[in-house]
T-cell receptor, first 117, second 113 residues
Framework: AQSVTQLDSQVPVFEEAPVELRCNYS??????LFWYVQYPNQGLQLLLK??????LVKGINGFEAEFNKSQTSFHLRKPSVHISDTAEYFC???????????????FGKGTKLTVNP | KAGVTQTPRYLIKTRGQQVTLSCSPI?????VSWYQQTPGQGLQFLFE???????NKGNFPGRFSGRQFSNSRSEMNVSTLELGDSALYLC????????????FGNGTRLTVT
């Protein structure tokens, strides 16, 4: 079974500073990796995904993430954050060949990013 | 294209009652998944439906059930509500290829008193 660990539950940063949100996963098989963002009183929105190919993945709103297979990590980065990036961010993993023909997305506990002026 | 629609947005129920939540997926999406989100447990997978069949189920008691209709719309039902069932219930739809990302609705906030 897969599991996801988001190492920081809260990350405060100042506007225009860089940020990295850390994510490590555990799985005995190949995985797909995702980052989602959740704004208050809303559902989750896909930021980016890694399915295969280049390990550096670019997403929406200037975010990017790098897949590191040897370290089983998929950290999310942004070089300069804005106030509007304040939200909760979730890392998620699914198996590439799930048994039973059904994918199940497993989420981390989330990281609350607060961008201060 | 319209997104995933969940109704109602908010619900208040008392212990012992039952509740039904509704989800309309994005047009063309035949897979619908349900998640429970709480501050303590985070996002937990409830079940996934595809073409009216439950393909996968999480570790929730039998009080939690769901179904999917021929138009891919889905409902989930919780019977004999407990205080611990208070949560945000999120529905997500996706296409049927491996790695297809989930598209989430805004959720139904259920409060059990």
């Amino acid at each position: 079974a897969q599991s996801v660990t988001q190492l920081d539950s809260q990350v405060p940063v100042f506007e225009e500073a860089p940020v990295e949100l850390r994510c490590n996963y555990s799985s005995s098989v190949s995985v797909y990796l995702f980052w989602y963002v959740q704004y208050p009183n809303q559902g989750l929105q896909l930021l980016l995904k890694y399915l295969s190919g280049s390990t550096l993945v670019k997403g929406i709103n200037g975010f990017e993430a790098e897949f590191n297979k040897s370290q089983t990590s998929f950290h999310l980065r942004k070089p300069s954050v804005h106030i509007s990036d304040t939200a909760e961010y979730f890392c998620a993993v699914s198996e590439t060949q799930p048994q039973g023909g059904s994918e199940k997305l497993v989420f981390g506990k989330g990281t609350k990013l607060t961008v201060n002026p | 294209k319209a997104g995933v629609t969940q109704t109602p947005r908010y619900l208040i129920k008392t212990r012992g009652q039952q509740v039904t939540l509704s989800c309309s997926p994005i047009s063309g999406h035949r897979s619908v998944s349900w998640y429970q989100q709480t501050p303590g447990q985070g996002l937990q997978f409830l079940f996934e439906y595809f073409s009216e069949t439950q393909r996968n189920k999480g570790n929730f008691p039998g009080r939690f059930s769901g179904r999917q209709f021929s138009n891919s719309r889905s409902e989930m039902n919780v019977s004999t509500l407990e205080l611990g069932d208070s949560a945000l219930y999120l529905c997500a739809s996706s296409l049927e290829y491996w790695g297809s990302p989930l598209h989430f609705g805004n959720g139904t906030r259920l409060t059990v008193t």
